[in-house]
């Protein structure tokens, strides 16, 4: 599997549904009650991952965890994505889950997922409240960042290549997009 997969069952998926998935490696996850299958992320998709925890976790201030999908982030009982990472409230997550929209929702984007977290996840993200979405495009390379304004994502901070990208907020960190595949 190379793409995105959206399924029907002729009825709405459930979280029980998607319990009950086997771990066959690919990222399952549920959009209004459709099951979206994604294949599992490439190697460059990891190294860049990697690198951006390496650069992020200095960062993180106590109280908030920054992980890595697979999470299940669930915004309702027929909405529950995997971000590439997510930092939230340590006290907000679950045993199984987060129940809430995360702090800050980032995905790396990919051949097969570009469209999807482009549109459909950042959306996603933006109803349920999601104060922050970042999109990391490893063939720019490019970094792009959106925040929460009167219920949409607006005011975004970009950099390509060799470019600074700063932010203050939700965390205080700067670096080039270039690093991140260095």
Do not use: N
């Not at 590439?84 to 051949?111: M, Q, V, W, Y």
């Amino acid at each position: 599997m190379s793409a995105v997969t959206i399924m029907s069952a002729g009825r709405a998926f459930t979280r029980a549904d998607l319990d009950r998935l086997p771990d066959d490696g690919r990222r399952h996850e549920l959009l209004d009650g459709s099951l979206i299958v994604t294949p599992a992320p490439s190697p460059r998709h990891q190294r860049v991952q990697m690198r951006l925890i390496a650069l992020l976790l200095p960062a993180v201030p106590a109280g908030l965890d920054l992980l890595a999908a697979p999470v299940d982030v669930a915004l309702d009982g027929a909405t529950i994505l995997q971000p590439d990472l997510l930092l939230a409230e340590r006290a907000r997550f679950t045993d199984k889950d987060l129940p809430c929209a995360p702090l800050l929702a980032i995905e790396i984007l990919s051949s097969s997922t570009r469209r999807f977290d482009l549109l459909t996840k950042r959306a996603a993200y933006e109803t349920a409240g999601c104060e922050h979405y970042w999109v990391i495009d490893p063939e720019a390379p490019s970094m792009t960042a959106w925040r929460l304004v009167d219920g949409e994502y607006a005011d975004p901070v970009r950099a390509l290549g060799d470019e600074e990208f700063t932010v203050t907020a939700p965390l205080v960190v700067g670096f080039r997009p270039a690093d991140l595949l260095a």
